[in-house]
């Protein structure tokens, strides 16, 4: 493989504050496509002047420049030769191999749309995602004959029928020849297993195990564990996957161009140490968020928190409820930053748990907002996890359903100490 699958426990974290590795000065505006090879060269579209960077493990400037006659890549894939497959459909209806070995352009594929996505399998067919066709398109790079291409997947007719694709970007093919979709307007991620015209929707809220509500996903790279990794640009954000389901990994802060936030990012890449380099469009940049550790000590101190509550709590107005529910917020502060998971219990049926970073807005429950979990059903018991910051202050929210009463309690299980306080008056 020419690409990096790291190995993560199922609970890895990355530095929330990212470090700008390139900005516009460099890659222009609007960044889009990004790789990172099995070597740590890291290659990047400039969609203003038509060039490629590369940029050898550990250097600041670009150790080579590539200029060529395409216009305005989406995407770009590097083989282990080094070959680098670009976009070029936008005007000029191809796409082009930039051959490491003769230092020269050739084109490898017709096409009829922007290839917003690019890959090539290991048995060296390459796959282009098509936003106008609402396609995905391959062709084998063994036949000496450019032949038409073959249909992958979609019917050409956008839709949300298993069988179609509506504004397709990010795509990956494992070693099963199993094709992943980012099938960005329908807000999900569909699976194509070979041979089959109909997909599978493994992320999204059509999904058959629901965990997470997608907003244009547009990039995707499965671990050498085959957890999903998902960039979407209308949450600013890149979620993981693992056995509890998603969560957030970095751009957890909402839009914006400080260090842990991100603008429209459209796609990312591993390194060998499992960096992530992220194409944060909107802010101009590539962003790189440092992997610090797996979550995997056995070790681990238990804190607890318990509480009651009453018709004397405050009160939470749920949006389309004729009940009101009563809330708890407790603030909470840790001495290291790191993965932390909450186990709430109660004899009370239906129960949520919110986590906020700085405070909780009860009139806008969703700003600030990190994690949540819980929902009708959850007979009193529910865990919610979130990656916390030493430098933060972060307020958890117990809420109720239609008026119940009762006691409560959170069980912080982690390697380190986490102080809970209640809050006494939140307005």
């Not at 590539?66 to 209806?93: A, Q």
């Not at 051959?99 to 090539?120: D, K, P, Q």
């Not at 359903?401 to 306080?421: A, E, K, P, V």
């Amino acid at each position: 493989l020419s690409f990096n699958q790291p190995k993560f426990s199922p609970t890895p974290i990355w530095d929330s504050n990212g470090i700008t590795f390139t900005n516009r000065s460099i890659v222009g505006s609007n960044p889009l496509a990004i790789f990172v090879n099995t070597n740590n060269t890291i290659y990047v579209a400039n969609r203003e002047n038509n060039t490629i960077l590369m940029w050898h493990e550990e250097t600041v400037s670009p150790a080579k420049i590539i200029s060529g006659s395409f216009t305005g890549p989406r995407s770009l894939f590097v083989t282990s030769n080094g070959d680098i497959y670009i976009d070029d459909g936008v005007k000029n209806g191809r796409v082009q191999k930039w051959n490491a070995e003769r230092n020269i352009f050739v084109m490898v594929m017709s096409v009829n749309s922007s290839c917003w996505g690019l890959f090539v399998d290991i048995n060296n067919t390459l796959y282009c995602s098509m936003i106008d066709r609402d396609q995905v398109v391959k062709r084998s790079l063994n036949d000496s004959v450019m032949a038409s291409n073959r249909v992958a997947a979609g019917t050409g007719i956008g839709g949300s029928a298993l069988n179609q694709l509506e504004g397709p970007r990010g795509i990956f093919v494992d070693v099963n020849y199993d094709l992943y979709v980012a099938d960005s307007s329908n807000n999900r991620v569909q699976l194509f297993q070979p041979g089959e015209s109909n997909g599978i929707t493994i992320a999204g809220t059509t999904s058959l195990n629901p965990t997470i509500t997608l907003r244009y996903p547009t990039g995707i790279i499965l671990d050498a564990e085959k957890y999903l990794f998902i960039v979407e640009i209308l949450n600013h954000r890149i979620v993981g996957s693992s056995l509890n389901g998603f969560r957030c990994l970095v751009g957890c802060y909402g839009r914006g161009s400080q260090s842990n936030q991100l603008f429209s990012p459209f796609i990312f890449s591993f390194d060998r140490s499992g960096n992530m380099f992220v194409s944060d469009q909107h802010n101009d940049r590539i962003q790189k968020f440092q992997y610090i550790e797996d979550s995997c000590n056995n070790s681990l101190l238990i804190t607890m928190y318990s509480s009651v509550l009453t018709s004397n709590s405050s009160i939470y107005f749920q949006v389309c409820s004729e009940f009101d529910s009563y809330y708890e917020a407790i603030q909470m502060n840790v001495t290291i930053t790191g993965h932390y998971t909450f186990l709430i219990n109660s004899k009370m049926k239906t129960i949520y748990a919110y986590i906020y970073t700085n405070n909780f807005n009860p009139f806008d429950v969703t700003e600030n907002m990190v994690s949540r979990s819980g929902g009708s059903g959850n007979q009193g018991q529910l865990k919610v996890t979130a990656v916390l910051q030493v430098n933060l202050t972060y307020v958890i929210v117990i809420v109720t359903s239609r008026n119940l009463m009762g006691n409560f309690s959170i069980q912080g299980s982690d390697r380190r100490y986490i102080g809970f306080n209640r809050i006494r008056e939140y307005l």
